[in-house]
């Protein structure tokens, strides 16, 4: 099984969402990085774009294929994990960490209740792999 932090929440798209505050880190879980194999480009959003959750932000690609990356929660983007753009693969190697993606400004603290708990992410995860 993939590591699940516990203070994280969960899409069913597998981003993983760490708030803070009115402030929050997005990134893909490390099931999704395993799946996807050697990551080789992140496409990232602007500084002050403004995405509703469900919406796409960016991409990622890998050797095996090129995938969407879906906003968790309606946020305004206040910072872009530069350090991708030369080390994309810090996303298979740190995952929850370095590999962090967009860090956004939260425009509706409530759409939280929409995400999935760890507990919740890994029964998703076993219900898929079923």
Request: proline share 5%.
């Amino acid at each position: 099984m993939s590591e699940i932090p516990k203070d994280n929440l969960y899409t069913r798209d597998h981003e993983w969402l760490r708030i803070d505050g009115n402030k929050a880190e997005v990134g893909i879980t490390d099931h999704a990085q395993k799946a996807l194999g050697d990551i080789v480009f992140v496409e990232l959003p602007d500084i002050d774009d403004e995405i509703d959750a469900g919406d796409e932000f960016g991409s990622v690609e890998s050797v095996k294929a090129v995938s969407s990356l879906f906003m968790p929660m309606s946020g305004r983007i206040i910072a872009v994990n530069t350090e991708l753009k030369d080390s994309p693969e810090l996303i298979n190697e740190e995952s929850y960490d370095e590999g962090w993606i967009v860090r956004i400004e939260l425009l509706n603290p409530d759409e939280s209740a929409d995400l999935l708990s760890p507990e919740d992410y890994e029964e998703f995860l076993l219900d898929e792999e079923a």
